[in-house]
């Protein structure tokens, strides 16, 4: 896997993926930003919750489940002094189906977090991980 990164104006990046994808991310307006786009370490959150959610699709349509849709808010607290890592990290599932099992759901995020996300074990390291979900029957 590799990625680029390459600097815009002031603190605004465009970062490129091998895939062929790009993101711009910028700083605040505080920091000399203009807010084009999300601050890296928002972007890592996001990519957090998009490995989780990939993973946790996955097993539940393996598991039969008759999922419709599945979003994850994420809040996180970081350390106050240099660096700023994740210190606390929640992730809220909501998802969504037709006579989904709250056990097979309860079992999909813990798989998720503990064995198949990527992102999340990386965090993990720094941060204490917390899961929650809801399900919406439709």
């Known amino acids: 896997m590799k990625t680029r990164v390459k600097w815009v104006e002031d603190v605004c990046f465009m970062g490129e993926a091998d895939s062929g994808h ?6 605040s307006p505080e920091i000399g930003g203009r807010n084009l786009g999300p601050r890296p370490m928002e972007m890592l959150l996001m990519g957090t919750g998009g490995c989780t959610s990939v993973d ?7 598991s039969r489940q008759d999922v419709t849709a599945c ?5 996180a607290d970081r350390a106050d002094d240099h660096p700023k890592v994740f ?3 929640h992730m809220h599932f909501t998802v969504t ?10 079992r999909a995020i813990k798989l998720s977090a503990e064995k198949y996300c990527s ?4 965090l993990g390291k720094t941060a204490v991980m917390t ?4 399900i ?3």
């Open 136 to 138: 919406v029957a439709v």
């Open 56 to 62: 946790v699709i996955m097993i539940l349509k393996k």
């Open 97 to 106: 189906g037709r006579n989904l099992k709250p056990e097979i759901v309860d």
């Open 22 to 27: 790009a993101v711009i991310m910028d700083g």
């Open 131 to 134: 899961h929650d979900f809801e």
């Open 71 to 75: 979003e994850v808010a994420i809040e």
């Open 87 to 89: 210190t606390k990290i």
């Open 119 to 122: 992102a999340s074990i990386i």
